[in-house]
């Protein structure tokens, strides 16, 4: 019976976590994030290259890269993204890449999620998360971006669930890994330009009047 329950909860999980694969995919195929857009992000666009060039790293993982910015500025970084970007050195999500294992666990210096663990319920950030830690060196670091909202979980009309990060869940969250990472730099809010209205069938370009606020931190992989 226990077996019986355990493999309900795997399936749920499971059925859960691949529709809300299909349905970032989907938006993020008719909507791109736009390398404009990635510009105006004060903590995690430009500003972090110089740190990530410091580190000298062997591997880099970038998971929701978009159009792959950092590659043309840190060496031995690889990005995936669950859209059809074709920049991206893998069009897979992290979970995808994480079925097929490409990647050992404690392959990566460095793991990036910026902007990637929006989406789905609380328990499906936390399972990109624990991906996240497992690809990352012990020593190594986890540098994260979440999307904050007032919500604990938005139901957007653009066919997908977001997840309204709050400060707080950050330090949750590091709780719950606590046996595998430590803050390395508490959280910074920043603000960046939303998405514009559609145009020609694209609004993944930035918005400078509507401005989204989001949370930047670092992990130290314990």
Same mark, same amino acid.
């Given at each position: 019976?226990?077996?019986?329950?355990?493999?309900?909860?795997?399936?749920?999980?499971?059925?859960?976590?691949?529709?809300?694969?299909k349905q970032v995919r989907n938006h993020f195929n008719s909507a791109n994030y736009s390398r404009d857009r990635w510009k105006t992000h004060s903590e995690s666009s430009y500003?972090?290259?110089?740190?990530?060039?410091?580190?000298?790293?062997?591997?880099?993982?970038?998971?929701?890269?978009?159009?792959?910015?950092?590659?043309?500025?840190?060496? +031995?970084?690889?990005?995936?993204?669950?859209?059809?970007?074709?920049?991206?050195?893998?069009?897979?999500?992290?979970?995808?890449?994480?079925?097929?294992?490409?990647?050992?666990? +404690?392959?990566?210096?460095?793991?990036?999620?910026?902007?990637?663990?929006?989406?789905?319920?609380?328990?499906?950030?936390?399972?990109?998360?624990?991906?996240?830690?497992?690809?990352?060196?012990?020593?190594?670091?986890?540098?994260?971006?979440?999307?904050? +909202?007032?919500?604990?979980?938005?139901?957007?009309?653009?066919?997908?669930?977001?997840?309204?990060?709050?400060?707080?869940?950050?330090?949750?969250?590091?709780?719950?890994?606590?046996?595998?990472?430590?803050?390395?730099?508490?959280?910074?809010?920043?603000?960046?330009?939303?998405?514009?209205?559609?145009? +020609?069938?694209?609004?993944?370009?930035?918005?400078?009047?509507?401005?989204?606020?989001?949370?930047?931190?670092?992990?130290?992989?314990?």
């Open positions: 019976m226990m077996l019986q329950k355990m493999s309900m909860q795997f399936w749920i999980h499971y059925l859960k976590m691949t529709e809300t694969i500003s972090l290259i110089p740190w990530l060039q410091e580190q000298e790293a062997d591997l880099i993982l970038d998971i929701g890269c978009g159009t792959n910015p950092y590659k043309e500025h840190v060496n +031995n970084l690889i990005g995936m993204d669950a859209a059809n970007y074709p920049e991206a050195d893998l069009n897979m999500a992290a979970e995808e890449v994480k079925d097929a294992g490409i990647f050992q666990d +404690n392959c990566a210096d460095i793991v990036m999620a910026l902007g990637s663990i929006n989406f789905g319920d609380w328990d499906n950030v936390l399972n990109q998360l624990e991906i996240c830690i497992d690809w990352c060196k012990p020593g190594g670091y986890i540098v994260c971006r979440a999307r904050l +909202n007032d919500h604990t979980e938005l139901n957007l009309k653009k066919g997908f669930v977001q997840y309204g990060w709050k400060v707080e869940d950050i330090y949750t969250a590091t709780e719950i890994f606590s046996d595998k990472v430590e803050l390395y730099r508490e959280p910074v809010v920043e603000t960046a330009a939303g998405g514009a209205k559609k145009i +020609n069938g694209n609004h993944g370009s930035p918005d400078h009047d509507r401005k989204i606020n989001l949370a930047v931190w670092y992990w130290k992989h314990k």
